[in-house]
């Protein structure tokens, strides 16, 4: 052994109780941490690139810098991933007598917030247009805004809260269906919510089927610039790194699972609070690890702590 390394030693063991123990001392460990390493974040930025008349399946993931001093870079504080993919909004249009859903993106591989290759595609993103609309995904939404929200806040992180996908009709919606995930998985959604003026932010559901343990299935229980004269860009307050004060402003939080066929849906649709057309500039999603790995964890432990006391008994 060479200077400076250490090794474990457990007095009074023999070989194979010290084999014992590393071993489940390793399984004990494995377990803790493998909901958080082995399954990044996955996000998803909603880019102002437009592409015309056709259904997309462009990825071209950007990288959003980290608050200052912290290891995320918007209110998933618990990723330090900083790749986000970035979806390109389609022009398709439909200007029917009634209203039509059509898809604007299909079958969109997505990478992780590490910028690894996922199980998570987008298999589809469904927009709901209005009887007589001809407008889809609406380009007033699509735009770089420059000016601070009404609380004095400038759009931050910029490259997630400067631009959005925003609907043009008080009936119109877009239902985002993500595929890949682990059947039965548990997951915070993080949805961003803002837009190019005062109230311009949205309401966010899912079906029955994705509602996580904690779901609020109220009306409106999750929605962003909920007064109509206000306008909030910032995922952070004014320290610029502390994302709580803004949640139910410019982002929420919504507890999520998988189906059994490792789906999930959610909608986005006019702020049910202010009455605005809907906005949504990203979102977020992480797995949330089990309950039973950390009991497990600490289970594998105590085993290995009750045999050390009983071999130096």
């Known amino acids: 052994m060479s200077k400076g390394q250490s090794i474990l030693v457990f007095p009074c063991a023999s070989q194979a109780n010290r084999l014992l123990v590393a071993l489940v001392l390793t399984a004990a460990c494995g377990l803790a941490f493998a909901g958080r390493v082995n399954a990044q974040a996955i996000d998803v930025q909603l880019s102002r690139t437009t592409a015309a008349g056709?259904?997309?399946?462009?990825?071209?993931?950007?990288?959003?810098?980290v608050a200052p001093g912290q290891t995320y870079d918007a209110a998933d504080t618990t990723d330090a991933g900083t790749t986000w993919n970035s979806?390109?909004?389609?022009?398709?249009?439909?200007?029917?007598?009634?209203?039509?859903?059509f898809p604007v993106e299909q079958n969109l591989?997505?990478?992780n917030s590490l910028g690894a290759a996922s199980a998570v595609s987008i298999s589809s993103i469904q927009f709901t247009e209005n009887a007589g609309?001809?407008?889809?995904?609406?380009?007033?939404?699509?735009?770089?805004?420059?000016?601070?929200?009404?609380?004095?806040?400038?759009?931050?992180?910029?490259?997630?809260?400067?631009?959005?996908?925003?609907?043009?009709?008080?009936?119109?919606?877009?239902?985002?269906?993500?595929?890949?995930l682990t059947p039965g998985g548990v997951y915070n959604l993080y949805i961003y919510g803002s837009g190019q003026t005062n109230g311009?932010?949205?309401?966010?559901?899912?079906?029955?089927?994705?509602?996580?343990?904690?779901?609020?299935?109220?009306?409106?229980?999750?929605?962003?610039?909920?007064?109509?004269?206000?306008?909030?860009?910032?995922?952070?307050?004014?320290?610029?790194?502390?994302?709580?004060p803004e949640l139910g402003l410019s982002w929420q939080l919504l507890p999520?699972?998988?189906?059994?066929?490792?789906?999930?849906?959610?909608?986005?649709?006019?702020?049910?609070?202010?009455g605005i057309k809907g906005s949504i500039?990203?979102?977020?999603?992480?797995?949330?690890?089990?309950?039973?790995?950390?009991?497990?964890?600490?289970?594998?432990?105590?085993?290995?702590?009750?045999?050390?006391?009983?071999?130096?008994?």
């Open 109 to 111: 591989p997505l990478v």
């Open 281 to 313: 500039n990203g979102f977020q999603l992480d797995v949330v690890p089990e309950p039973s790995t950390f009991a497990l964890a600490g289970a594998g432990l105590g085993i290995m702590f009750m045999i050390i006391r009983r071999r130096r008994s």
């Open 87 to 101: 979806l390109i909004a389609s022009t398709l249009t439909s200007n029917s007598a009634v209203a039509v859903t």
């Open 200 to 244: 311009y932010g949205g309401t966010y559901t899912v079906p029955t089927a994705n509602r996580g343990p904690g779901y609020n299935a109220a009306s409106n229980a999750y929605t962003t610039e909920p007064v109509l004269a206000n306008i909030y860009r910032s995922v952070f307050d004014a320290t610029g790194i502390n994302p709580t």
């Open 133 to 180: 609309k001809n407008d889809g995904i609406h380009q007033t939404g699509i735009v770089v805004g420059t000016d601070p929200g009404t609380d004095g806040l400038a759009n931050n992180p910029t490259g997630l809260m400067a631009q959005s996908w925003f609907d043009n009709g008080t009936s119109e919606s877009m239902t985002f269906n993500l595929s890949g």
């Open 54 to 65: 056709i259904v997309t399946t462009v990825n071209s993931p950007i990288t959003i810098p």
């Open 256 to 274: 999520v699972q998988a189906d059994g066929s490792g789906n999930l849906s959610f909608t986005a649709a006019k702020d049910g609070l202010s």
